[in-house]
T-cell receptor
């Protein structure tokens, strides 16, 4: 089954404690991206990757890092989380300009 | 810069009513346009898309036409059902991978 898998789905952490949200896709897609969803703001792109070792900033990259060492994985790293990064995060993948497939979301709370 | 603006919600309709959700965009190039739908507790799913001016996307009774002259991509459905209750997102995407979402419009359909 074609899918994008994110982990963890729910996480409560404290300010400054590094965390990683993993994202994996099984569709051999070149393109992967991360979004955060906040009430009234819709989805905002954090980072995207057109292929292995190629990443670019989206609209809200501050406080986040990504890496794309393998085609199937695109982890989101919060080196020093802060409360304003409390949000619902989505990973997505697609072929070049094809349909975006979204993961189920990761709800992060930073205390 | 590029942006997507949707009509504010929530939109509340009775079953079988006609639906329009307005979406306008500002773009420096020639993006593809999309409508995504998010059901409660789930990730986003592609509803329809249009890749060039005057294209019409359609799916599950929903339609939207890419209007370059009015920079619009309004979503319409002739007769909504309770099962259409969800949040709808308009988005634009360039070939380079950057993707911009509108803020989302919540639709509630009452029996």
């Amino acid at each position: 089954e074609a899918q994008v898998t994110q982990n963890p789905r729910y996480l409560i952490t404290v300010t400054g404690k590094k965390l990683t949200v993993t994202c994996s896709q099984n569709m051999n897609h070149e393109y992967m991206s991360w979004y955060r969803q906040d009430p009234g703001l819709g989805l905002r792109q954090i980072y995207y990757s057109m292929n292995v070792e190629v990443t670019d900033k989206g609209d809200v990259p501050e406080g986040y890092k990504v890496s794309r060492k393998e085609k199937r994985n695109f982890p989101l790293i919060l080196e020093s989380p802060s409360p304003n990064q409390t949000s619902l995060y989505f990973c997505a993948s697609s072929s070049a300009l094809g349909e975006l497939f979204f993961g189920e979301g990761s709800r992060l709370t930073v205390l | 810069g590029d942006s997507v603006t949707q009509m504010e919600g929530p939109v509340t309709l009775s079953e079988e009513a006609f639906l329009t959700i307005n979406c306008t965009y500002t773009a420096t190039g020639y993006p593809s346009l999309f409508w995504y739908v998010q059901y409660p507790g789930e990730g986003l799913q592609l509803l329809l898309k249009a890749t060039k001016a005057d294209d019409k996307g359609s799916n599950k009774g929903f339609e939207a036409t890419y209007r370059k002259e009015t920079t619009s991509f309004h979503l319409e459905k002739g007769s909504v059902q309770v099962s259409d209750s969800a949040v709808y997102f308009c988005a634009l995407r360039y070939q380079g991978g950057k993707l911009i979402f509108g803020q989302g419009t919540e639709l509630s359909v009452k029996p």
